[in-house]
Protein backbone atom coordinates (compact mmCIF):
# COMPACT_ATOMS: atom_id res chain seq x y z
CA UNK A 1 0.00 0.00 0.00
CA UNK A 2 1.74 3.67 -1.10
CA UNK A 3 0.79 6.62 1.12
CA UNK A 4 1.35 9.40 -1.41
CA UNK A 5 1.88 13.15 -0.12
CA UNK A 6 0.82 15.86 -2.93
CA UNK A 7 2.71 19.07 -3.37
CA UNK A 8 0.98 21.27 -0.85
CA UNK A 9 1.54 18.47 1.88
CA UNK A 10 -1.95 17.10 1.99
CA UNK A 11 -3.02 13.27 1.44
CA UNK A 12 -4.96 12.49 -1.69
CA UNK A 13 -6.47 9.20 -1.17
CA UNK A 14 -7.74 6.15 -3.70
CA UNK A 15 -9.59 3.06 -2.98
CA UNK A 16 -6.57 0.11 -3.52
CA UNK A 17 -6.40 -3.78 -2.70
CA UNK A 18 -4.45 -4.41 -0.08
CA UNK A 19 -3.31 -8.56 0.67
CA UNK A 20 -5.28 -9.72 3.82
CA UNK A 21 -3.47 -10.25 7.00
CA UNK A 22 -2.57 -14.23 7.60
CA UNK A 23 -1.54 -15.41 11.03
CA UNK A 24 -1.37 -18.89 11.75
CA UNK A 25 -4.36 -20.40 14.27
CA UNK A 26 -2.73 -20.80 17.94
CA UNK A 27 -4.69 -23.94 18.50
CA UNK A 28 -3.84 -25.62 14.81
CA UNK A 29 -0.99 -24.06 13.18
CA UNK A 30 -2.64 -24.10 10.55
CA UNK A 31 -3.09 -20.48 8.43
CA UNK A 32 -6.44 -18.79 8.19
CA UNK A 33 -7.87 -15.13 7.42
CA UNK A 34 -7.59 -12.44 9.83
CA UNK A 35 -8.87 -9.74 10.34
CA UNK A 36 -11.96 -11.18 8.61
CA UNK A 37 -13.07 -8.72 6.23
CA UNK A 38 -16.47 -8.81 4.06
CA UNK A 39 -13.81 -8.85 0.28
CA UNK A 40 -10.83 -8.52 -0.56
CA UNK A 41 -11.38 -4.66 -1.52
CA UNK A 42 -10.24 -2.14 1.24
CA UNK A 43 -10.47 1.46 0.61
CA UNK A 44 -9.30 5.01 1.46
CA UNK A 45 -10.84 8.32 2.62
CA UNK A 46 -11.64 9.63 -1.39
CA UNK A 47 -10.43 12.86 -2.91
CA UNK A 48 -11.46 14.66 -5.97
CA UNK A 49 -9.67 17.52 -8.05
CA UNK A 50 -11.87 20.63 -7.90
CA UNK A 51 -13.60 22.01 -10.91
CA UNK A 52 -13.77 25.45 -11.01
CA UNK A 53 -16.45 27.33 -12.66
CA UNK A 54 -16.16 30.90 -13.84
CA UNK A 55 -19.28 32.85 -12.84
CA UNK A 56 -19.98 36.83 -13.37
CA UNK A 57 -21.16 36.66 -9.46
CA UNK A 58 -18.07 34.96 -8.38
CA UNK A 59 -15.14 36.38 -6.52
CA UNK A 60 -11.63 34.84 -5.24
CA UNK A 61 -12.54 33.73 -1.56
CA UNK A 62 -11.91 30.17 -2.39
CA UNK A 63 -8.48 31.11 -2.75
CA UNK A 64 -8.75 33.84 0.44
CA UNK A 65 -10.70 31.81 2.52
CA UNK A 66 -9.85 27.90 1.42
CA UNK A 67 -6.62 28.40 0.62
CA UNK A 68 -7.17 27.06 -3.11
CA UNK A 69 -4.99 27.49 -5.79
CA UNK A 70 -7.27 29.04 -8.51
CA UNK A 71 -6.76 29.46 -11.80
CA UNK A 72 -6.36 33.60 -13.85
CA UNK A 73 -7.80 36.32 -12.15
CA UNK A 74 -11.39 35.74 -13.49
CA UNK A 75 -14.19 35.62 -11.13
CA UNK A 76 -14.79 31.92 -10.03
CA UNK A 77 -18.40 31.44 -8.64
CA UNK A 78 -18.10 27.82 -8.17
CA UNK A 79 -15.80 24.40 -7.24
CA UNK A 80 -17.83 21.12 -7.60
CA UNK A 81 -16.05 18.73 -5.10
CA UNK A 82 -17.91 15.57 -5.96
CA UNK A 83 -19.90 15.43 -8.93
CA UNK A 84 -21.31 12.60 -11.19
CA UNK A 85 -23.00 13.89 -14.09
CA UNK A 86 -22.56 13.26 -17.84
CA UNK A 87 -21.45 17.53 -18.27
CA UNK A 88 -18.66 17.44 -15.32
CA UNK A 89 -17.15 14.00 -13.75
CA UNK A 90 -15.22 14.21 -10.66
CA UNK A 91 -11.42 13.07 -11.09
CA UNK A 92 -9.47 11.26 -7.95
CA UNK A 93 -7.22 13.75 -6.97
CA UNK A 94 -4.02 10.71 -6.88
CA UNK A 95 -5.17 8.13 -9.78
CA UNK A 96 -6.88 9.76 -12.39
CA UNK A 97 -10.01 7.65 -12.42
CA UNK A 98 -13.63 9.22 -12.45
CA UNK A 99 -15.65 8.67 -9.93
CA UNK A 100 -18.24 7.42 -12.64
CA UNK A 101 -15.35 4.76 -13.17
CA UNK A 102 -14.87 3.97 -9.31
CA UNK A 103 -18.43 3.25 -9.69
CA UNK A 104 -18.28 0.78 -12.33
CA UNK A 105 -15.71 -1.19 -10.81
CA UNK A 106 -15.35 -0.81 -7.23
CA UNK A 107 -19.28 0.15 -6.54
CA UNK A 108 -20.28 -2.29 -4.35
CA UNK A 109 -17.08 -1.45 -1.71
CA UNK A 110 -17.86 2.54 -2.14
CA UNK A 111 -21.87 2.21 -1.84
CA UNK A 112 -22.69 -1.55 -0.50
CA UNK A 113 -23.61 -4.30 -1.91
CA UNK A 114 -26.15 -4.63 -4.94
CA UNK A 115 -24.77 -0.75 -6.11
CA UNK A 116 -26.02 -0.48 -9.35
CA UNK A 117 -23.22 0.82 -11.72
CA UNK A 118 -25.17 2.97 -13.69
CA UNK A 119 -26.64 4.87 -10.97
CA UNK A 120 -25.61 8.15 -11.03
CA UNK A 121 -23.53 9.15 -7.77
CA UNK A 122 -26.42 10.46 -5.87
CA UNK A 123 -25.39 13.48 -4.03
CA UNK A 124 -23.19 16.81 -5.52
CA UNK A 125 -21.00 18.91 -3.52
CA UNK A 126 -20.43 22.33 -4.66
CA UNK A 127 -18.74 25.46 -2.71
CA UNK A 128 -20.50 28.91 -4.09
CA UNK A 129 -18.53 32.41 -3.98
CA UNK A 130 -21.28 34.46 -4.05
CA UNK A 131 -20.16 38.43 -4.67
CA UNK A 132 -23.24 39.38 -6.18
CA UNK A 133 -27.10 38.53 -5.72
CA UNK A 134 -27.82 35.73 -8.24
CA UNK A 135 -31.33 35.22 -9.71
CA UNK A 136 -34.55 33.89 -7.36
CA UNK A 137 -35.05 30.29 -8.38
CA UNK A 138 -36.83 27.39 -7.14
CA UNK A 139 -36.24 23.31 -8.00
CA UNK A 140 -39.28 21.29 -8.84
CA UNK A 141 -40.95 18.68 -6.24
CA UNK A 142 -41.13 15.41 -7.26
CA UNK A 143 -44.51 15.39 -8.34
CA UNK A 144 -44.05 18.79 -10.37
CA UNK A 145 -40.79 17.43 -12.38
CA UNK A 146 -42.50 14.25 -13.98
CA UNK A 147 -45.12 16.41 -15.13
CA UNK A 148 -42.29 19.20 -16.35
CA UNK A 149 -39.77 16.46 -17.57
CA UNK A 150 -37.24 17.96 -15.52
CA UNK A 151 -35.37 16.67 -11.54
CA UNK A 152 -36.34 17.72 -7.79
CA UNK A 153 -33.16 19.11 -6.24
CA UNK A 154 -33.05 19.39 -2.63
CA UNK A 155 -29.59 21.35 -1.06
CA UNK A 156 -28.47 22.31 2.09
CA UNK A 157 -26.30 25.48 2.72
CA UNK A 158 -23.39 25.96 5.16
CA UNK A 159 -22.35 29.62 5.79
CA UNK A 160 -18.88 29.08 5.94
CA UNK A 161 -18.06 32.78 5.55
CA UNK A 162 -19.96 36.02 5.36
CA UNK A 163 -19.52 39.39 4.61
CA UNK A 164 -20.93 41.57 7.53
CA UNK A 165 -23.98 43.10 5.34
CA UNK A 166 -24.61 39.01 4.12
CA UNK A 167 -28.44 38.30 3.67
CA UNK A 168 -30.28 35.58 2.14
CA UNK A 169 -33.57 35.15 0.48
CA UNK A 170 -35.77 32.21 1.21
CA UNK A 171 -39.52 31.24 0.90
CA UNK A 172 -41.91 34.44 0.81
CA UNK A 173 -43.13 36.29 3.69
CA UNK A 174 -45.93 36.04 6.32
CA UNK A 175 -49.35 36.21 4.43
CA UNK A 176 -47.96 36.72 0.92
CA UNK A 177 -50.73 34.75 -1.94
CA UNK A 178 -49.97 33.35 -4.34
CA UNK A 179 -52.05 36.27 -6.33
CA UNK A 180 -49.65 38.74 -4.83
CA UNK A 181 -46.86 37.21 -5.81
CA UNK A 182 -47.94 36.66 -9.78
CA UNK A 183 -48.86 39.82 -10.20
CA UNK A 184 -45.56 41.58 -7.93
CA UNK A 185 -43.48 39.56 -11.20
CA UNK A 186 -45.14 41.36 -13.72
CA UNK A 187 -44.90 44.89 -12.25
CA UNK A 188 -41.25 43.45 -10.95
CA UNK A 189 -41.87 44.48 -7.75
CA UNK A 190 -41.42 41.33 -6.13
CA UNK A 191 -38.33 42.02 -3.61
CA UNK A 192 -40.85 43.09 -0.94
CA UNK A 193 -42.39 40.03 -1.18
CA UNK A 194 -39.61 37.76 -0.22
CA UNK A 195 -38.03 36.41 3.27
CA UNK A 196 -34.72 38.30 2.94
CA UNK A 197 -32.62 37.87 6.57
CA UNK A 198 -28.84 38.52 7.30
CA UNK A 199 -26.33 35.58 8.03
CA UNK A 200 -23.88 35.15 10.18
CA UNK A 201 -20.94 32.28 9.65
CA UNK A 202 -21.54 28.45 10.64
CA UNK A 203 -25.28 29.21 10.09
CA UNK A 204 -27.22 26.82 7.76
CA UNK A 205 -30.53 25.92 6.19
CA UNK A 206 -32.27 22.85 4.10
CA UNK A 207 -33.80 23.75 0.79
CA UNK A 208 -36.44 21.44 -0.02
CA UNK A 209 -37.38 20.83 -3.42
CA UNK A 210 -40.73 23.86 -4.18
CA UNK A 211 -38.38 25.93 -1.71
CA UNK A 212 -38.72 29.64 -3.28
CA UNK A 213 -34.74 30.85 -2.90
CA UNK A 214 -32.28 33.26 -3.78
CA UNK A 215 -28.07 33.73 -2.88
CA UNK A 216 -27.73 37.32 -2.02
CA UNK A 217 -24.08 39.06 -1.91
CA UNK A 218 -21.49 38.26 0.16
CA UNK A 219 -21.99 34.87 0.85
CA UNK A 220 -19.03 31.45 0.58
CA UNK A 221 -21.22 28.85 0.70
CA UNK A 222 -20.87 24.56 0.95
CA UNK A 223 -23.45 23.66 -0.99
CA UNK A 224 -24.56 19.76 -0.46
CA UNK A 225 -27.33 18.48 -3.01
CA UNK A 226 -29.15 15.82 -4.17
CA UNK A 227 -27.12 15.35 -8.36
CA UNK A 228 -29.54 17.10 -10.24
CA UNK A 229 -30.04 19.98 -12.51
CA UNK A 230 -33.40 21.35 -12.96
CA UNK A 231 -33.61 24.86 -12.29
CA UNK A 232 -36.47 27.59 -12.77
CA UNK A 233 -35.40 30.98 -12.53
CA UNK A 234 -38.59 33.01 -10.91
CA UNK A 235 -37.35 36.28 -11.03
CA UNK A 236 -33.71 38.16 -11.66
CA UNK A 237 -34.54 41.64 -10.19
CA UNK A 238 -34.91 43.31 -13.27
CA UNK A 239 -31.60 43.02 -14.55
CA UNK A 240 -29.87 42.58 -17.41
CA UNK A 241 -27.22 40.10 -18.91
CA UNK A 242 -24.03 40.96 -20.02
CA UNK A 243 -25.63 41.18 -23.67
CA UNK A 244 -27.81 44.28 -22.76
CA UNK A 245 -30.84 41.52 -22.51
CA UNK A 246 -32.74 40.17 -19.46
CA UNK A 247 -31.83 36.53 -19.32
CA UNK A 248 -34.50 33.63 -19.69
CA UNK A 249 -36.66 33.16 -16.80
CA UNK A 250 -39.08 30.20 -16.36
CA UNK A 251 -42.38 31.90 -14.85
CA UNK A 252 -45.06 29.40 -15.82
CA UNK A 253 -42.69 26.16 -14.26
CA UNK A 254 -41.95 28.08 -11.23
CA UNK A 255 -45.44 28.94 -10.30
CA UNK A 256 -46.17 25.40 -10.51
CA UNK A 257 -42.95 24.50 -8.74
CA UNK A 258 -43.23 26.80 -5.55
CA UNK A 259 -44.39 26.10 -2.38
CA UNK A 260 -46.74 28.89 -1.49
CA UNK A 261 -47.02 28.10 2.11
CA UNK A 262 -43.66 28.50 2.86
CA UNK A 263 -43.46 31.67 5.05
CA UNK A 264 -40.25 33.05 6.92
CA UNK A 265 -38.44 29.74 7.04
CA UNK A 266 -35.63 29.54 10.25
CA UNK A 267 -32.17 28.99 9.51
CA UNK A 268 -30.45 26.76 11.98
CA UNK A 269 -27.99 29.12 13.76
CA UNK A 270 -24.04 28.67 14.33
CA UNK A 271 -22.45 27.06 17.13
CA UNK A 272 -18.91 26.02 17.95
CA UNK A 273 -20.10 24.17 21.06
CA UNK A 274 -18.81 20.47 21.09
CA UNK A 275 -20.90 18.10 20.19
CA UNK A 276 -23.08 16.84 17.27
CA UNK A 277 -26.23 17.90 15.65
CA UNK A 278 -28.40 17.07 12.78
CA UNK A 279 -28.21 19.98 10.46
CA UNK A 280 -30.50 18.29 7.81
CA UNK A 281 -32.81 15.39 7.30
CA UNK A 282 -34.73 14.57 4.68
CA UNK A 283 -35.27 11.64 1.89
CA UNK A 284 -32.58 11.97 0.08
CA UNK A 285 -29.68 12.60 3.12
CA UNK A 286 -28.83 13.43 6.39
CA UNK A 287 -26.65 16.02 7.80
CA UNK A 288 -24.91 16.48 10.61
CA UNK A 289 -22.29 19.18 11.91
CA UNK A 290 -19.59 17.47 14.01
CA UNK A 291 -18.04 19.92 17.26
CA UNK A 292 -14.45 18.49 17.72
CA UNK A 293 -12.20 19.29 20.15
CA UNK A 294 -8.34 18.52 19.46
CA UNK A 295 -8.20 14.22 19.64
CA UNK A 296 -11.72 13.87 19.54
CA UNK A 297 -12.10 11.16 16.30
CA UNK A 298 -15.08 10.68 13.92
CA UNK A 299 -14.75 6.48 13.08
CA UNK A 300 -15.82 5.06 9.67
CA UNK A 301 -19.74 3.86 9.80
CA UNK A 302 -18.81 0.40 7.93
CA UNK A 303 -22.82 0.18 6.71
CA UNK A 304 -23.07 3.08 4.18
CA UNK A 305 -21.25 5.38 2.54
CA UNK A 306 -20.32 8.89 3.91
CA UNK A 307 -19.23 12.43 2.75
CA UNK A 308 -16.60 14.10 5.55
CA UNK A 309 -16.69 18.22 4.46
CA UNK A 310 -14.05 19.69 6.76
CA UNK A 311 -15.47 23.51 7.36
CA UNK A 312 -13.54 24.86 10.19
CA UNK A 313 -9.98 23.48 11.79
CA UNK A 314 -8.42 20.71 10.14
CA UNK A 315 -8.67 16.87 10.60
CA UNK A 316 -6.28 13.48 10.54
CA UNK A 317 -6.62 10.44 8.85
CA UNK A 318 -5.51 7.57 11.26
CA UNK A 319 -5.23 5.06 8.50
CA UNK A 320 -3.41 7.32 5.95
CA UNK A 321 -1.42 9.89 8.10
CA UNK A 322 -3.04 12.58 6.12
CA UNK A 323 -3.99 16.02 6.86
CA UNK A 324 -7.10 17.77 5.38
CA UNK A 325 -7.44 21.37 5.64
CA UNK A 326 -10.95 23.49 6.04
CA UNK A 327 -13.04 23.42 2.75
CA UNK A 328 -11.68 19.69 2.01
CA UNK A 329 -14.22 17.42 0.89
CA UNK A 330 -14.04 13.76 1.17
CA UNK A 331 -16.04 10.78 -0.22
CA UNK A 332 -15.61 7.97 3.04
CA UNK A 333 -16.34 4.55 1.15
CA UNK A 334 -18.43 2.00 2.54
CA UNK A 335 -15.87 -0.33 3.09
CA UNK A 336 -13.61 2.05 4.74
CA UNK A 337 -12.45 1.28 7.94
CA UNK A 338 -10.40 3.98 9.29
CA UNK A 339 -11.09 7.10 11.60
CA UNK A 340 -10.49 11.16 11.06
CA UNK A 341 -9.56 12.83 14.32
CA UNK A 342 -9.30 16.24 14.89
CA UNK A 343 -5.47 18.24 15.30
CA UNK A 344 -7.25 21.11 16.63
CA UNK A 345 -10.97 22.57 17.91
CA UNK A 346 -12.84 21.59 13.97
CA UNK A 347 -16.16 21.27 12.54
CA UNK A 348 -16.95 18.29 10.28
CA UNK A 349 -20.16 17.74 7.83
CA UNK A 350 -21.14 14.20 7.77
CA UNK A 351 -23.64 13.50 4.84
CA UNK A 352 -24.86 9.93 5.03
CA UNK A 353 -28.05 8.17 4.26
CA UNK A 354 -27.96 9.16 0.84
CA UNK A 355 -27.19 5.26 -0.43
ZN1 LIG B 1 -31.00 26.05 -5.76
Not at 64 to 71: H, Q, S, T
Not at 209 to 228: F, K, M, T, V, Y
Request: aromatic share 8%.
Amino acid sequence: MEHVTSRVGYYHAEPCQVPQLQRKSPETGTPHWWPKMENATRMHLIEFVPIFQQRVWGGRQLAEKLGRALPGNEPIGESWEIVDRPEAQSVCSRTGKTLRELLETDGNAIMGPGHDPERPFPILVKWLDCRDRLSLQVHPPATVAKRLGGEPKTECWYLADTTPNAALIVGLRRGVTRQQFEQAIEEETLEPLLHRFPVQPGESILLESGRLHAIDAGNLILEIQQNSDTTYRVYDWGRKGLDGKPRQLHVEQSLQSIDFTDFEPAITPASEAPGEITLAECAEFRIRRFNLAAGQQIPADRTQAMIFSVVRGEMYSGDAGARYRSGTNLLAPRAWTGFIEALTDSTVLVTDRFG
